[in-house]
Nanobody
Framework: QLQLVESGGGLVQPGGSLRLSCTAS????????IGWFRQAPGKRREGVSC????????YYASSVKGRFTISRDNAKSTVYLQMNGLKPEDTAVYYC?????????????????WGQGTQVIVSS
């Protein structure tokens, strides 16, 4: 059974850091494009960052470029999102999605596999 599990969310002060993990089971992660998406209360879901299957390329939304870093460890079947310089506007539930089909760098969202999400709260 194909499954994605996010972890690493929590409460952090502005300027702080968190590292989110998206761990896959039931499929070979290296064949998939993985994307991180987030949704804040009352807002639409937005793409944050993506990493393609080989050859690896990355994408960042302009709002997080320079602060967030996406990486993958295929041996651990895990994709990471290192988030530095967090701002209150980064507060959201963060989801990872996977698809063997890509739309550019990111996974196609139609028939993508999704995790359950992890909450990130940036507040003093």
């Amino acid at each position: 059974q194909l499954q994605l599990v996010e972890s690493g969310g929590g409460l952090v002060q502005p300027g702080g850091s968190l590292r989110l993990s998206c761990t896959a089971s039931g499929f070979n992660l290296e064949d998939y494009s993985i994307g991180w998406f987030r949704q804040a209360p009352g807002k639409r879901r937005e793409g944050v960052s993506c990493i393609s299957s080989s050859p690896t390329t990355t994408y960042y939304a302009s709002s997080v470029k320079g602060r967030f870093t996406i990486s993958r460890d295929n041996a651990k079947s895990t994709v990471y999102l290192q988030m530095n310089g967090l701002k209150p506007e980064d507060t959201a539930v963060y989801y990872c999605a996977a698809n063997v089909l890509q739309a550019g760098v990111c996974p196609q969202l139609v028939r993508a596999h999704w995790g359950q999400g992890t909450q990130v709260i940036v507040s003093s």
